[in-house]
């Protein structure tokens, strides 16, 4: 048997990507030599990786457990590859995820301090809803992950990471008088501006706020916080958001946050796929991320 990396490299990329097309343009190569690449390795483990309907490769039972081997093997090998570059090994890549609350208020600064206090100079950090980060994990696309939604699926690891503080924000006119801290009944018959199905605010709502109201409305779904804040300022309706990510438009007059007898929070997490193999760069900076989040809880 004469498997190569580069052969690996075509099927997770395939994988990842969902199609012959689209991996030869990741891996910039001809369809053809990634076609040739797919059926030299089928060939050499005598099994399919892939059932072919209607031209569509969909991974099968053979490829699926192929597939967390392969990713290992090529991260091993760019492991090998970067002993020798520079006069240290603290250079492996790590991709990370993150919603977009966590990604835009907390991880930069994690970044930052990580690399400054390790050395680890290689990280690459994508964002997107909490649904899409966690199938971007079992895609093996990504290292680890940094999620608000609640998971259950048994192939990720899900640990405890930081709690975060939610709040129902306003337009300052259309705030109601309180001269006391507010019922949640008190919030009925309102519209609301919502985030978009996957993500985990949006989860937060409906199970925390939304649930407990028997009469309110979705007035405008979005797919980000800043437009969630400008359609509320705008008088769109009212939102429940991260206290972080209001915080600056709370402070200039923009936005105002209305006083409930209930405090609301979350909990953000850090997940990763168990079979996805476990680089010296993702234990060392996976330790950190526990320990930085200790420090400003």
Request: charge should be negative; hydrophobic fraction near 40%.
């Amino acid at each position: 048997m004469n498997i190569t990396l580069r052969q690996l490299k075509v099927f997770v990329s395939i994988t990842q990507e969902g199609s012959i097309t689209a991996a030869a343009e990741k891996l910039f190569l001809t369809k053809s030599a990634i076609s040739m690449a797919l059926a030299e390795l089928e060939r050499q483990l005598g099994r399919k990786m892939f059932d072919r309907a209607n031209k569509q490769l969909i991974l099968n039972e053979q490829g699926r457990r192929l597939l967390p081997l392969a990713d290992e093997l090529l991260d091993r090998a760019e492991a090998i590859s970067q002993i020798f570059e520079g006069e240290d090994a603290t250079n492996g890549n790590l991709r990370v995820g993150s919603s977009y609350t966590i990604g835009n208020h907390l991880l930069p600064t994690l970044l930052g301090d990580f690399r400054k206090n390790t050395g680890y100079l290689h990280q690459s950090l994508s964002l997107s809803n909490s649904t899409k980060t966690c199938r971007m994990l079992l895609d093996f696309e990504l290292d680890l992950g940094f999620i608000e939604a609640k998971i259950s699926d048994k192939r990720l690891k899900v640990e405890p990471w930081m709690t975060d503080e939610m709040v129902v924000i306003c337009a300052p006119s259309q705030c109601p008088n309180a001269d006391e801290p507010l019922a949640l009944e008190a919030l009925e018959g309102n519209n609301w501006v919502l985030r978009e199905p996957g993500s985990g605010t949006r989860e937060y709502f409906l199970t925390e706020v939304g649930s407990k109201l028997d009469d309110w409305t979705e007035a405008f779904e979005l797919n980000s916080t800043t437009a969630i804040v400008n359609a509320v300022i705008a008088g769109l309706g009212l939102a429940v958001l991260s206290r972080r990510s209001v915080s600056a438009a709370v402070q200039d007059g923009r936005l105002s946050i209305l006083p409930l007898q209930h405090k609301m929070t979350r909990q953000f997490s850090l997940v990763y796929n168990t079979e996805k193999y476990q680089s010296p760069v993702f234990k060392s900076f996976k330790e950190y991320a526990h320990n930085w989040a200790l420090g400003r809880e």
